[in-house]
């Protein structure tokens, strides 16, 4: 590697929490395309980062990393940035709500998008349905959370939870693409609508506009991704 790290990444993926996060730490890094069109997140060399074939990973001094929340909480801990230090009595409550967005929400939404990958395709509509109701109460516990103010999700200071967040509300707001996605509708959740407002105003956040063609309010009002070079899907 010529720069600190390398983000394997595909445009508006779960990388685009990482490339955020690289962002908001000014750390410097480089890119390689995952380009999802051709599979190659199932090629050989690809499997040999992340034996799973999924998407992101981050190649470090100490070897790659793969899974979402771990990559977000090695940075946070190696770069002493955007989470309550091991030594905050804020770390506690900080952690259980990133594991609740990663094991659960993110868990969740991963069924909501691939349905037919854990049922029978004639009944991936209605696992979907039974999804909404879940996610909207997850939904509503996080903002019930960002109503209390914690510097780890409060609109004035940028966490990797509030970026994780904030993709995540973006796919709810446009994937499946064809699926009628009433159900999500941001004023339902204010505190964490705050949170998303005061994102989109960030430098971290243009750069990831401009890096893969997120539109100029991705979180709030978003559209597909344009993305210079890749495939979102």
């Known amino acids: 590697m010529t720069t600190l790290y390398r983000l394997h990444y595909a445009p508006d993926n779960a990388s685009l929490v990482i490339r955020l996060v690289l962002e908001e730490m000014d750390l410097p890094y480089e890119t390689v395309l995952v380009d999802r069109s051709r599979n190659e997140q199932e090629s050989v060399a690809y499997r040999a980062l992340n034996p799973n074939g999924l998407i992101p990973v981050l190649e470090t001094s100490q070897g790659p990393i793969f899974e ?3 990559i977000l909480l090695w940075l946070a ?8 230090s091991s030594a905050s009595p804020n770390r506690g409550d900080f952690l259980k709500w990133l594991f609740f967005a990663s094991n659960t929400l993110h ?5 909501l998008f691939y349905a037919d990958q854990y049922i029978e395709s004639a009944k991936a509509a209605e696992l979907r349905a039974g999804m909404c109701p879940r996610l909207r109460r997850h939904l509503n516990a996080l903002d019930t959370v960002a109503k209390q103010s914690p510097e780890w999700l409060h609109a004035d200071h940028p966490s990797i939870l509030t970026y994780y967040l904030a993709c995540m509300m973006r796919w709810m707001a446009l994937y499946p693409a064809r699926m009628d996605r009433s159900w999500y509708q941001l004023p339902d959740t204010p505190y964490l609508q705050k949170i998303l407002m005061q994102l989109e105003t960030l430098p971290a956040t243009r750069a990831a506009i401009a890096a893969e063609g997120l539109g100029v309010t991705p ?3 978003p559209t597909h991704a344009t993305p210079p070079e890749g495939s979102a899907i």
């Open 68 to 70: 979402t929340a771990a």
């Open 77 to 84: 801990d190696t770069h002493g940035e955007l989470a309550p």
């Open 107 to 111: 868990s969740d939404l991963r069924i």
């Open 219 to 221: 979180f709030t009002s």
